[in-house]
């Protein structure tokens, strides 16, 4: 039987999102998130590197006197969870829901995501962001890229919109077999997944990018980006804070690309940009 180690974390939400991503890099496996300021993070207790962890706390300046950890009771944690994770509404247009929900009439678009590690489910600003942003333009025939697509979902959606080719790309093994799941479960039949990184693009041409990763991956993808979008074409980017708006637009500039919106939740900005 497994026993699983429950670490408290606390520190400012706006961190959660990208302490998750690097915590899920080193065997932790899940994670509840409690404002304000505290995150909760699960790993089986056998994989637990105290050094690896310590590191990533240092990083983001997280203190020891800002962690405490415990062992968990041996409970059906997938019934615990569900019990507290929540549907999620979008623009009242779209809704995003898990298989365990009951799906709902009113909306244009329903999605059922299977969430793994707590990514890509609509919760998180950046997701939600995108999708807003999605919504303001026309995907009918459009050719696709989601790269870093975690669980699919915005490739997923970008198919329900109408695009007629997507490539979803991502160099984890949990989200190349999760975006899988969940285009089955959505009776998605335009998106091709692939396990790999960014250079799985190359030499392609894209009607639209889209790129939910990080600031710091974002700044060194773009000039693939510009390469693969034709005159035209439009490009998202999110993963980052509203302060970083100014540093990745002044890149953006120089490979041609416009600011045409931007959408800022919780601190998350997402970009749309469109390419001279």
């Known amino acids: ?62 203190n020891p006197d800002q962690i405490s950890y415990s062992i968990m009771p041996n409970i059906n944690w997938n019934e615990e969870w569900e019990k507290n994770y929540e549907p999620v509404t979008i623009s009242d247009k779209v809704r995003i829901i898990a298989p365990f929900h009951n799906s709902l009439a009113g909306y244009e678009h329903e999605l059922i995501i299977k969430p793994q590690m707590s990514f890509g489910t609509g919760h998180h600003g950046t997701t939600s962001g995108i999708i807003r942003l999605m919504n303001k333009e026309n995907f009918e025939e459009k050719k696709v890229a989601d790269v870093g697509c975690g669980t699919g979902i915005l490739a997923i959606y970008a198919e329900k919109i109408g695009a007629k080719e997507i490539w979803a790309i991502d160099n984890e093994d949990w989200a190349y077999e999760n975006s899988l799941e969940n285009i089955g479960l959505n009776k998605c039949q335009k998106i091709k997944v692939e396990k790999g990184d960014a250079e799985n693009i190359k030499n392609k041409n894209f009607d639209i990018i889209i790129s939910n990763i990080t600031k710091n991956i974002n700044l060194k993808l ?55």
């Not at 890099?25 to 993070?41: C, K, R, V």
């Not at 790993?43 to 962890?53: Q, V």
């Open 1 to 62: 039987m497994i026993t699983y180690l429950q670490i408290h974390i606390k520190t400012d939400k706006n961190k959660f999102e990208i302490i998750e991503a690097e915590l899920a890099e080193i065997s932790f496996e899940g994670f509840w998130e409690e404002n304000p300021g505290n995150l909760y993070a699960y790993i089986d207790e056998s994989l637990f590197n105290k050094e690896e962890f310590l590191e990533i706390c240092e990083k983001y300046q997280i």
């Open 222 to 276: 773009i000039p693939l980006y510009a390469e693969c979008l034709q005159s035209g074409g439009l490009l998202y980017l999110s993963g980052f804070f509203d302060s970083d708006l100014e540093d990745v637009d002044q890149l953006a500039k120089k490979f041609k690309f416009i600011l045409k919106r931007n959408n800022v939740h919780d601190n998350w900005c997402a970009i749309e940009y469109v390419k001279a």
